[in-house]
């Protein structure tokens, strides 16, 4: 992967959101490569693809790219609200690369993929609507909070500068790959127990651990009055799927902490 930007296709154009939208197209179209195969290249879909900005040539697979020149926060804009909730219950979200560039040197600073199995509702906010005044007024869009994704999910190619290996990055791929297999209507909780268990940050631990953030899992899933219960069968679906090992009643180990 090449973090040197093709500036020279800029020069045909006077916005700076028209050049950034050239060279970081360019220098997607020459270095993306596909983490689900063993694809070296992606190809670039027709500008009026909805939603879709790649496609892998081998295994199909679709990719949306979001750019910015500035670091990556944890909040990413994305489109419509109701499109990316529909598109999460009929599991149609792509997979997501969010680019930081450097705009004065022109080169990459950090590249994440986010598998697309790995998006729970929970990982989507409602934006404020358009004000009256607006050409789409009343218009909600979303955020996609990257903080709700599952820390594991959140797979860097490029890290403040440096490449990973294209071989890392489709084995922390393939890793993931269990959760596609879940229902889209199931995996939203898989994903939001796998989050915060990973973010205990503990090699083992209790189901009394998971239940510290039952509040959380109330107001995410309001009107459940089992969320206990669901803990502990989301727990069982990460041992089946092969993310957890039981090590005695209430207790768990971390399956891939090495
Ligand atoms: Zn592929």
Redesign the pocket.
């Known amino acids: 992967m090449n973090l040197v930007m093709p500036a020279e296709a800029a020069a045909d154009y006077k916005s700076p959101a028209q050049k950034a939208r050239v060279v970081t197209e360019g220098w997607a179209s020459r270095n993306l490569y596909?983490p689900?195969?063993?694809?070296t290249s992606l190809n670039a879909t027709p500008h009026n693809t909805e939603a879709i900005d790649f496609r892998?040539p081998?295994?199909?697979?679709p990719f949306q790219l979001k750019s910015q020149n500035s670091a990556i926060g944890n909040r990413i804009v994305d489109a419509a609200y109701d499109t990316m909730m529909r598109a999460i219950r009929e599991d149609r979200t792509p997979n997501l690369f969010v680019l930081h560039y450097d705009r004065a040197a022109w080169r990459v600073r950090d590249l994440l993929l986010v598998p697309r199995f790995a998006f729970s509702a929970s990982a989507v906010e409602k934006r404020k609507p358009l004000a009256p005044t607006a050409r789409r007024a009343g218009w909600v869009g979303c955020n996609i909070v990257l903080e709700h994704i599952p820390p594991d999910a959140r797979i860097p190619l490029v890290e403040d500068g440096v490449a990973a290996s294209p071989r890392e990055v489709r084995e922390s791929f393939r890793r993931l790959r269990p959760l596609q297999e879940l229902r889209a209507e199931e995996r939203g909780w898989t994903l939001d127990v796998w989050r915060v268990v990973q973010g205990l940050g503990k090699r083992e631990f209790t189901n009394d651990d998971v239940y510290g953030f039952v509040p959380e899992f109330e107001r995410l899933y309001p009107g459940n009055r089992h969320i206990r219960d669901k803990i502990r069968q989301q727990l069982q679906v990460l041992r089946d799927r092969g993310f957890l090992t039981p090590v005695e009643r209430g207790v768990w180990a971390m399956k891939r902490g090495d």
Do not use: I, M, P, V
């Open positions: 596909c689900c195969c063993d694809s892998c081998d295994c199909a697979s």
